[in-house]
């Protein structure tokens, strides 16, 4: 009877610790996009109405001219000035790839003023904005919130010269890279049949880290 009891408590606690981990969502900051709260609650994710409270940002609907002037730091709106602090804050600020489609002007423009509009673009991501597709957005937000493949990435050296090596991950992601505490011009290198996420591939594009087969 005394076994019964451990094993049922053993039991217990193991869907406890299941539950905990299935039920943790980010809190997130929605501007735009009247569908998307609705969207975010059927996948378990907390729609709060406080900016400061949030995880994430997630910017549905915004100008292209609002875009340039957050680029710049130079809020002109409530939202505008929203993004803007929360960047500051290093929170996940989300933007949909259509607020700011400067390629529409690849065509039309001079090349110069097109090439500046890609450095605002850069500029924005190095700023630390993501900006995502539609149909990828419960994908990204699983990514950007962790998971059971979230555990810490295993580095099997310690010499920044040498290239570190990516151990026992099947996948990735933005956060396994920060895990990995890289540093500018470092070298990684990966298994064979390692799926590298586009979030991770924006972070290794920024930092300038490379990939070695």
Same mark, same amino acid.
């Given at each position: 009877?005394?076994?019964?009891?451990?094993?049922?408590? $053993?039991?217990?606690?193991?869907? #406890?610790?299941?539950?905990?981990?299935?039920?943790?969502?980010?809190?997130?900051?929605?501007?735009?996009?009247?569908?998307?709260?609705?969207?975010?609650?059927?996948?378990?994710?907390?729609?709060?109405?406080?900016?400061?409270?949030?995880?994430?940002?997630?910017? %549905?609907?915004?100008?292209?001219?609002? #875009?340039?002037?957050?680029?710049? $730091?130079?809020?002109?709106?409530?939202? %505008?000035?929203?993004?803007?602090?929360?960047?500051?804050?290093? =929170?996940?600020?989300?933007?949909?790839? %259509?607020?700011?489609?400067?390629?529409?002007?690849?065509?039309?423009?001079?090349?110069?003023?097109?090439?500046?509009?890609?450095?605002?673009? !850069?500029?924005?991501?190095?700023?630390?904005?993501?900006?995502?597709?539609?149909?990828?957005?419960?994908?990204?937000?699983?990514?950007?919130?962790?998971? %059971?493949?979230?555990?810490?990435?295993?580095?099997?050296?310690?010499?920044?010269?040498?290239?570190?090596?990516?151990?026992?991950?099947?996948?990735?992601?933005?956060?396994?890279?920060? !895990?990995?505490?890289?540093?500018?011009?470092?070298?990684?290198?990966? =298994?064979?049949?390692?799926?590298?996420?586009?979030?991770? =591939?924006?972070?290794?594009?920024?930092?300038?880290?490379?990939?070695?087969?």
């Amino acid at each position: 009877m005394e076994n019964l009891d451990k094993i049922v408590d $053993l039991i217990t606690d193991r869907l #406890m610790d299941k539950l905990q981990v299935e039920s943790y969502k980010s809190s997130v900051f929605v501007i735009g996009g009247f569908d998307t709260p609705d969207i975010l609650d059927r996948e378990g994710y907390q729609v709060v109405k406080n900016s400061s409270s949030a995880d994430i940002i997630l910017v %549905e609907s915004i100008g292209f001219d609002a #875009m340039l002037r957050i680029a710049s $730091l130079c809020p002109l709106t409530a939202d %505008e000035a929203v993004v803007i602090k929360s960047l500051l804050k290093g =929170k996940k600020v989300l933007v949909l790839n %259509e607020s700011f489609d400067f390629h529409q002007y690849k065509q039309t423009s001079k090349a110069l003023l097109f090439q500046d509009l890609q450095e605002q673009y !850069e500029k924005l991501i190095r700023y630390g904005v993501q900006f995502y597709k539609k149909e990828e957005l419960v994908s990204i937000l699983e990514e950007s919130t962790g998971g %059971e493949n979230n555990k810490p990435v295993q580095d099997v050296t310690t010499n920044s010269s040498t290239p570190k090596t990516v151990e026992k991950v099947g996948l990735l992601t933005e956060k396994k890279l920060i !895990e990995m505490n890289l540093s500018d011009n470092d070298s990684i290198r990966l =298994k064979k049949g390692m799926i590298v996420t586009a979030l991770a =591939k924006d972070y290794l594009k920024r930092h300038n880290i490379n990939i070695e087969e």
